[in-house]
């Protein structure tokens, strides 16, 4: 079994690296190639922790695996460390043998704005100029750095619940040479594209506050109740998804779908896009939607990535398992 440590992903995993590995999973997911196994998600009643496993097949990729971690609310206050862990299995898909362990914490951060970025790639006009946030927490900043490298964008603007913690996208922004503003969720009507990355289980946003034409990547929304758009927006939007049973489950379309507003049939895979398969955007004036739900199958792809590189860099350790 070969093992990588979390404190190694940093000097092995780049941005290019996790968008190509997730836009590969999510084309084979499409093509009928690559599948989840159901999600376990459940509250161990113990320091408030929310513990789960998200494992699958890719055919492609050959990478058979899961994901096991969860959520401690209570980590970084009482032990300094991040609330969110997690370390990703994978296994020999001829042998069952397992091959290796993963650090998942960094992973779980790239591989998510990974699926935005993919997202933004595939779905926001070309000509977007104008990049705007609506959350600034630990994952924010990982949005928005692969955002950024998907356009030639011209600003980036924020909103937060708590205005203190805007500097660190300005910093970001920074960082691409760009100037940030502050603005108001009515202020959002001048972005292009927004990336939203909450926790929030009331709506925080809706369709008065995006503009025609503009692709929206809602990447907060992984567990039943969660929402952070108002359903006028999903009713009035074009949606996509990584996976349309978890979309519609515990995804951003679960609500509008229990209210009747949305369909199944009406959101389409974004791997679809990917493979030409779907038309993806249709008009500039097009209103879209990626409901980034976060599917096991983009762990194991960005691990079976880290396990590749780790190996030809001399990064890791073969243990006999």
Known sequence: ???????????????????????????AMSAGDAYNFPVIREAIGHEEALYGFKGGFDGVGKSLGLKAGGYWPHNLEKRGIINHQSTVFLFD????????????NLLTALR???????SIKH????????????????????????ALETHNFEKVIGWNYHPEMLPSLAEVAAEFDLPFEAASLKGMVEADVVISMTSSFNPIFGAAHISDGTHIACMGTDTVGKQECDTDLIVKATIFTDEVAQSVTLGETQHAVAAGLKSRDDIFEL???????????????????????????????????????????????????
Do not use: C, W
């Open 1 to 27: 079994m070969y093992i990588v440590p979390e404190s190694a992903i940093a000097d092995i995993l780049t941005r290019p690296d996790a968008f190509d590995a997730v836009e590969k999973v999510f084309a």
């Open 93 to 104: 898909p001829d042998t069952g043998k397992v091959a290796a362990m993963v650090g998942g």
């Open 112 to 118: 998510t704005a990974a699926a935005s970025s993919v």
């Open 123 to 146: 779905l926001a006009r070309k000509d977007a100029k104008v990049m705007g946030m609506i959350g600034a927490g630990h994952q924010a900043k990982f949005q928005l750095r692969h």
């Open 271 to 321: 791997g679809a896009v990917i493979n030409g398969t779907h038309a993806g955007r249709k008009s500039e004036n097009e209103i879209t939607l990626f409901d980034g739900t976060g599917v096991g199958l983009q762990d194991l792809a960005v691990s079976a990535s880290i396990v590749e590189i780790a190996k030809a860099k001399g990064i890791g350790m073969e243990v006999d398992f």
